[in-house]
């Protein structure tokens, strides 16, 4: 997330009561978590296998648990404890926040946009025109939705990201202050779950339509007039390029990208990334014509023991 | 679907601004898509590779993209979009509504009906009696519900088809005019979705008992007695007779008959109609016993790889 | 379910019109399904394949469908129809009850406990102090729910278990009558479904965290700190120790014992208990290792064939 204010990296020492190396008049220009970091941002890392790659990122602050060299034209934040001091200033700059009312006085609707009763939009919502939100859905707050969307009965659009960190006293929860925003003629079925980024976007590109039951994950990005049938999952921080079809109960593992017009076959389980173009099969998913082939051979083996003995 | 109101071929000619050969005089009785269309009714095709299918279906009107020769006793509207303006008369007839109470005064209910408060039920909307409707749940227009019928807490009748037509400028809906049946003595778990038909019903059963999160798909036929464990999904338009029993997370294609008795276990991908009483597993799914074989063949392949070298 | 009312043998007796043999004026403490039988319940049993196994359970009184022995210091009820009379056991000790408003004013809900509007609160729920109930939650009654608990959007805590028992006419169900139990400290993502226990209790252990569109049926254990990702699906009657993960997608069978600190790889199927510490893999799973090498065989698979000829 961007800061809307003036925050330098000398206020977020005094803030957390720790002390920093490098420039404490630099402006801390966002917040961002190490996959989704841009220059001008503050990250955090408090492992010293990710050190190097935190400190080499497009981050120019660094919330760190060790002194260690300043890079060039950076500066660093040293913590004992960087993932609960990250959490405290995303926790500050986009506070959990509170509605009583099924539509926030601060959301921003369209014109031509129909919300039926016992949707919920929350605080800073902002939803385009030509739309139509069905019944129960949510709107988690500063959801992003365009022109001409419908989402149908039940669906949630901005939960928190599952995003957990194991400590000795149990899982501790990286706080969720980003996004999610949807693009211009998206259709979302019913009882589907896009959720929030952990500090960047979940975003859906223009045209995309998904069945019921489809779930996005956290920092998620997904292109340009992609199907998704039902059941269809997505974990965090994966890039679907534009055009890409994915059939019902597939899964598809964080952090990788499905390539432009990928078709993903049903219930596959998608682990590496796909080249464009590609169609996939199986669990783990391979190309579809080498799975196919498999699945003969499995066929054959009766056969093959037989001649064994 | 059905018309109420006359409406004949060259009314419809004049409303789409198209022409027609054949019987200008003969009556548009229902609107159907071609996989549920009858005799009297109008359907749609524009690809020269279901010409045949469509002129030689039960339709009795059919609107198609080239001047061809008029089957005897039929009519034919020739449109440059058959897609389009199919879309435009099924929303002439079956237009969206909006609704903005939760339960429309057009709802008839039955007696000793409960309906929890946060249910929403929409226009022209008929439950039995003796059901339980649960918070959250939502029924769309025109859905109908037999008596005794239980639904759990936010799930989801009578949501959109997904139905898309690609176009060189991105995905096109089929605007959905069919609705959902649901027989007598049914239990649908939460967070169910059973969606409407295209331009048929999507039908459910006497006495068939749904778990959570299962999704049946638009213009599906269910049989009575049939049992559906947690996330089990149908694809559109197929048929599912009567005492099936579908194990969880199961997935079953489009426009396929599973027949009556037959027992699906549970994670199952179905591709193919089944025998009654067959017993399937797998993804794809095969005969369980023939299945099991195969699991067994690939335990042993270590050995016959050994064997080899 | 323990009674709150002095309730004896001779009672339930005249209550059902049946006769007993044994104690008339024991006191039936509980009344439990088989499953979860303590000291002093009452339980039922109608296949004679599992008289002795009713007979010689925990259960003090036997619902029985045969004049059989009774065991020293227990007593039986005969019954023709023993499942019909557990049943309205049940449900004159728990019957259903309708709520018209979205916060019951039984419920009670302790302090720092932000519920958002169009969530319904049932009669008879104990939400702790610290909780956040995002919008659409539905809490069915008696459900209790710890301290420092986020339930995120739509989920359903404490719908019916899937449970029904086939008779000549039709699916007949068993009515529940357990609760859902939350531990402190548990998140649950949106569009989940917890189901209430057939008897007994459904309980989430301390820290365990769940994202969207998990399942748990009836009558389940999960320990303290695990983790399910999207889509995790468990039967009835299953034991998850603490610590277990559970990624995306996968399926675990009733009746079985999930071991601690076991981790389940995507959308694998669970038929099997599993050992403490084990990484499990497939459908149906079994240890990953030997998966993984299961899957490196079917690659070579071609090259055999190729020898064979």
Redesign the interface.
């Known amino acids: 997330m961007k800061l809307k204010s003036l925050f330098t990296v000398a206020d977020a020492a005094t803030l957390l009561n720790i002390t920093y190396a490098g420039n404490g008049e630099q402006t801390i220009e966002g917040i961002n978590e190490i996959h989704c970091v841009e220059k001008g941002d503050l990250t955090f890392v408090d492992h010293p296998k990710y050190y190097d790659k935190a400190l080499q990122s497009a981050a120019t602050i660094i919330l760190i648990n060790k002194e260690v060299e300043v890079p060039a034209g950076k500066s660093i934040l040293i913590s004992p404890v960087p993932f609960d001091d990250y959490n405290k200033l995303t926790r500050k700059f986009m506070p ?1 926040l ?5 539509i926030s006085d601060s959301a921003v609707i369209g014109s031509d946009t ?1 919300i ?3 949707a ?1 939009v929350g605080n800073n919502v902002t939803i385009g025109s030509g739309c ?1 939100i ?3 859905v ?1 709107l ?1 707050d500063n959801s992003v939705i365009g022109n001409n969307v ?1 989402i ?3 669906t ?1 659009i901005g ?2 990201a ?1 995003y ?1 960190k194991r400590k000795p006293e ?2 501790d ?1 990286m706080h969720s202050c980003g996004r999610v925003v949807l693009g211009n ?1 998206v ?1 979302i ?3 589907c ?1 896009i ?1 929030k980024g952990v500090s960047a976007d979940t975003i859906i590109g ?2 995309t ?1 998904m ?3 489809v ?1 996005i ?1 956290h920092d998620t990005f997904v292109g ?2 992609c ?1 998704f ?3 269809a ?1 997505v ?1 965090g921080v994966t890039k679907i390029e534009d055009n890409v079809i994915i059939w ?2 597939v ?1 598809i ?1 964080k952090d990788i990208v499905i390539g432009k017009g990928t078709e993903i076959l ?2 596959s ?1 998608v682990g590496k990334s796909t080249a464009p173009g590609s169609k996939v099969f199986g ?2 998913a391979v190309d579809a014509r080498e799975k196919m ?3 003969v ?6 056969d ?2 037989k ?2 003995s």
């Open positions: 959990f509170a509605s009583s009312k099924m129909f039926f009763p016992s919920f139509t069905h019944p129960g949510c988690y419908t149908h009965a039940n949630v939960a928190d599952f957990f149990g899982y929860k003629n259709e079925g019913a009882m779950t959720d223009d045209g339509k069945d019921d039951h779930h994950g340009n007039n199907l049938a039902a059941f999952a974990a019902g109960q899964g593992q049903a219930q389980g669990s783990p082939k498999e699945l051979m499995i066929k054959r083996l009766p093959l023991f001649n064994q």
